[in-house]
């Protein structure tokens, strides 16, 4: 198992950042407001589940793709939780962070743990995930979650 950079009583600045970009991603995405959810990614966005790699071009063409009820019935889904995030390169432009979760239930049953690669950018003055590399395509395959 990592660290987690996110439970270190001192951060950096970037760990900070990092840390509440990542904080606001999963609280958008268990709220299944793909439109809210969208918002904190950039574009065009990536996403590598195991040999599959999507690219989203456009806020509207993501969240178009991105139907969080599916989700809900293939595996009843409720909400993501971390495990563990561990900031393991930075610099002013980019982060990235090695991450785990696990999804639950609506009733808080685990269903799974997926280990990840995030990488956060910063466009424009603003943070955001550009990219993530998971393992959990077995769940959703054609989607980005």
Known sequence: MSKDTCSEASLSHYA???????????????????NR??????????RIA??????WETQ???AKDNDM??????INWGYNKWDWRE???????????????????????????FESLYII????????????SSYAGVFAEDSGY
């Not at 900070?16 to 793909?34: M, P």
């Not at 904190?40 to 990536?46: E, M, Q, R, T």
């Not at 950018?121 to 993530?132: E, K």
Request: net charge positive.
């Open 87 to 113: 900031l393991v390169q930075f610099g002013p432009e980019k982060m990235h962070y090695l991450v785990q979760y696990s999804r639950y239930t609506v009733n808080d049953a685990f269903i799974a743990s």
């Open 60 to 62: 509207e063409e993501f």
């Open 16 to 34: 900070i950042t990092g840390c509440k970009i990542l904080d606001e991603y999963t609280e958008a995405f268990n709220t299944g407001d793909v």
């Open 69 to 74: 009820s599916r989700l809900v019935e293939k």
């Open 121 to 132: 950018t910063r466009i424009g003055g603003r943070w955001g995930v550009q990219g993530r």
């Open 50 to 55: 195991g040999n599959r790699v999507r690219v």
């Open 37 to 46: 959810w969208s918002i904190i990614l950039h574009y065009p966005h990536v």
